[in-house]
């Protein structure tokens, strides 16, 4: 299998290359392309392949022992030409940031200027960089029909619910939106309750969302759901990231365990009290990190992964720093690395043939049955996995993956408060993808206006303005 990445030279790129080279997905991919429209940062992730040692899955590497055993690490090539690297792709990562670290900066300051939460893909910030990230990801989509037609796009690339929304005109049941947040939440859950799963099945999880807005709702075991004894447990809660971002009274009354993200909802002026308190924002973190150390892998030689693999805990060890107020420190697990790469690569060995997996994943909202969908018994119309939900909307739910694609499972119907929450914001999300699409700047401004963290026409007018001057590339969506 031929496999490129869109963004190959992301700073995550090493953990899908380990990960390839190693363990269940070893031999799947026999030759990765790396795509990037920056040729400097290709070759500081290409040093850090090379400099991988064999333990990591490194060039030399691969598994010695085991099912696996002998097989290769895929060749690697590198290329700023997209042409050539879609060129007989079967299937393709698309981890995209246009605008690159210095755009994030904007998108949380624009917002934090004006007094509100200023995130990366939750909120202003989040509709900021959809409105200037759709339109790349649709080029990219409609070069794929071009130079592989037949080709799987998994998108990494944020916000990866309506990014995948706005590829499916293109690319269809094609497109899979993954990201590792909801998956990350199921599993260390079910680890707390003392029901660990296994990787690739989530029997007895009821999940319902949005990308970054979703709760886990059911965690069941031999007929009995094991979640409202979890949440009724603080000693248990307080044993794992999400259980603790939440006073646990709070989390018994809801009855369900809420996605890290919606920290931001729940928790919205202490959230944005927390950030402003800080020295630098995170994209401003993240941006000064990689500007002094991109150059020094490029000429590290030898000492390029240490300096890789340092920065990356160090990164790790910062993500939603603004929820950690009392001094809390990160899993282990979580700053071991693999999260998206996990999924991405367990959706990938599914769509090879190599065994259906359940995974959460962003995919359109819609029951199969048959070839159009399910549909209600007397109705012509497809029957929703998230009841309330419109069926052609993309959500995030458990799925099955075979070599046919994502099938969502049908969830429960969400509690009224979660249920207008996740229309509301699917509304915004409907807004933002209009405008990145059709160059609508009122829908933007609406999107704006809309969204829950904002909630205020004038707001979203004031936030327009500022994404504006900060993105001149916005004014020329405008014009078409």
Not at 98 to 110: F, L, M, S, W
Not at 133 to 153: G, N, S, V
Not at 285 to 311: C, N
Request: with cysteine.
């Amino acid at each position: 299998m031929r496999l490129m990445i869109a963004g190959g030279g992301g700073f995550r790129v090493p953990l899908v290359y380990r990960a390839l080279a190693s363990g269940a997905f070893a031999g799947l991919v026999s030759e990765l392309v790396l795509f990037d429209v920056d040729p400097a940062r290709l070759s500081a992730i290409r040093a850090v392949l090379r400099a991988m040692p064999e333990s990591d899955g490194g060039a030399a590497g691969g598994p010695t022992s085991g099912p696996y055993a002998g097989a290769k690490a895929p060749a690697v090539h590198t290329t700023t030409s997209l042409p050539e690297a879609l060129a007989g792709t079967d299937l393709v990562f698309a981890a995209i940031r246009p605008g690159g670290t210095a755009g994030r900066i904007q998108d949380e300051r624009v917002a934090q200027d004006l007094g509100l939460l200023g995130q990366e893909t939750t909120g202003a910030g989040g509709i900021s960089y959809a409105l200037r990230t759709i339109p790349e990801m649709l080029h990219l989509a409609r070069k794929m029909k071009e130079f592989c037609p037949d080709a799987w796009l998994i998108n990494f690339t944020n916000p990866a619910g309506m990014v995948t929304e706005a590829l499916l005109p293109v690319l269809g049941r094609r497109v899979i939106g993954i990201c590792d947040s909801a998956g990350g939440l199921v599993h260390r859950a079910a680890r707390a309750a003392g029901l660990p799963l296994p990787d690739g099945r989530l029997d007895g999880v009821g999940y319902y969302g949005l990308n970054h807005l979703g709760w886990l709702y059911r965690l069941e075991s031999g007929g009995q759901d094991l979640l409202p004894g979890l949440l009724s447990d603080p000693a248990a809660l307080g044993t794992f990231e999400e259980g603790r971002l939440f006073p646990q009274p709070f989390l018994k009354d809801l009855g369900a365990l809420p996605n890290e993200y919606l920290y931001y909802y729940y928790q919205r002026d202490g959230a944005v009290a927390a950030m402003r308190s800080m020295a630098e924002t995170r994209g401003e973190s993240i941006h000064h990190q990689q500007a002094e150390l991109y150059p020094r892998l490029a000429s590290a030689r030898a000492d390029a992964f240490t300096l890789w693999d340092a920065a990356r805990r160090s990164r790790e060890e910062g993500y939603l720093a603004e929820t950690r107020t009392h001094g809390e420190q990160r899993d282990e697990d979580d700053l071991a690395g693999g999260g998206y790469e996990r999924v991405a690569l367990a959706v990938m060995r599914a769509l090879a043939g190599a065994g259906d997996a359940q995974l959460i994943l962003n995919t359109p909202n819609t029951l199969p049955s048959g070839p159009v969908g399910a549909t209600a018994p007397g109705s012509t119309t497809p029957e929703p996995a998230i009841p309330g939900l419109p069926a052609d909307a993309v959500v995030e739910v458990p799925c099955t993956v075979t070599p046919d694609g994502a099938v969502p499972l049908p969830q429960s119907a969400p509690g009224p408060e979660q249920l207008t929450l996740l229309q509301r914001v699917k509304d915004v999300e409907r807004f933002t993808v209009r405008a990145a699409t059709h160059g609508d700047r009122a829908a933007a401004v609406d999107a704006f206006g809309r969204h829950p963290l904002v909630d205020s026409p004038a707001l979203g007018a004031q936030l327009m303005a500022g994404y504006e001057h900060a993105f001149p590339s916005l004014l020329e969506l405008w014009r078409g």
